[in-house]
Each structure stands twice: as C-alpha cells, then as structure tokens.
C-alpha cells in the first residue's frame, strides 16, 4: 500500500455497511479498488462479508432513493413549468437594461450581420437588442451577461 494514502477505516465501514461497493468507497478516498479490497482483508471485524440477502435489502433502499430523487426532480421541474405558463418566473422577467432597449429593438428578419441578436423580450413580436457587435453575436454588454468567468455568478 501507498505511503501516502489516507483511508478512514470508520467511515469506510459505515460507507460498506450502507451497502457502498468498493469502487464507491476507492473512489470517495482516491484510490484503487485493490487498495480498499487488502484494506478490508486486513481488517474484517471493520468490514464484515455480506449475504445476498443484506445485499438485496441494500439494492432495493437504493433502488427507493433513487425514485425518491426522481419524483423530487419531477415536482421541481412540474413547480417551474407551472412558474413559466403563469409568467412568475424569473425566467420571464425583464432585464432593467433590456427594457430601455425595447425602443431600438428589431425583429429577427429586420437584423442585420453584425447586429446583437439577444432578446430582449417574451411576447409577440419578439425584439432583438440589435447593437452593433463587430463579429460576435452579441453586443459587449449581452456578451458579458451571458458568458460570466468561473465563481461570477
């Protein structure tokens, strides 16, 4: 074994006795499964054999969870859908800068080639920021609320 590796054996063992496999538990600390595996040969009363039952209990809760984490996606993306056809989400509320832009705004076939095509609305008819933007498809201002460095969000 490594020198350098650091495997908490209690937290290990709670992680195996929760059903964890192997790989899980290597993977969670950084190492190989055949570090974990002489880990556990070296240290049995801490990681005790399974029977297939225990297995099977282990794969149903695991099953249960995952449905669990499935119908709470479900409700969420249900919430959000019900947010957007009301027009209370803030997917759908205006931008103080864009609604300024409204009065110079263009329609999409009205643009031209180097013109910011960021929307600036949610109705009919839908009206384009329209500034110039040299080569890109958005003007600097747009560009810069779009694609925002790492930890500006």
């Known amino acids: 074994m490594n020198a350098n590796v650091k495997i908490d054996l ?13 790989g899980v538990i290597a993977t969670k600390y950084g190492v190989s499964r055949q570090t974990v595996a002489g880990i556990m040969y070296r240290n049995r009363e801490l990681f005790p054999k399974r029977n297939r039952q225990a297995l099977a209990i282990s794969k149903a809760t ?19 859908a019900e947010e957007f056809e009301v027009g209370t989400s803030p997917l759908l509320q205006m931008h103080a800068s864009d609604e300024e832009r409204l009065a110079t705004g263009k329609e ?21 920021c329209a500034d ?22």
């Open 10 to 22: 209690e937290s290990a063992s709670a992680l195996w006795k929760d059903g964890s496999s192997i």
């Open 62 to 80: 695991k099953v249960k969870r995952a449905r669990n984490l499935h119908h709470e996606r479900m409700d969420a993306a249900r919430r959000q």
């Open 108 to 128: 999409l076939h009205d643009l031209g080639l180097h013109q910011c095509r960021w929307p600036l609305n949610n109705g009919s008819p839908f009206l384009f």
């Open 132 to 153: 110039a933007t040299g080569a890109a498809l958005y003007c600097w201002h747009h560009m810069n609320r779009a694609y925002r460095p790492k930890g500006n969000i």
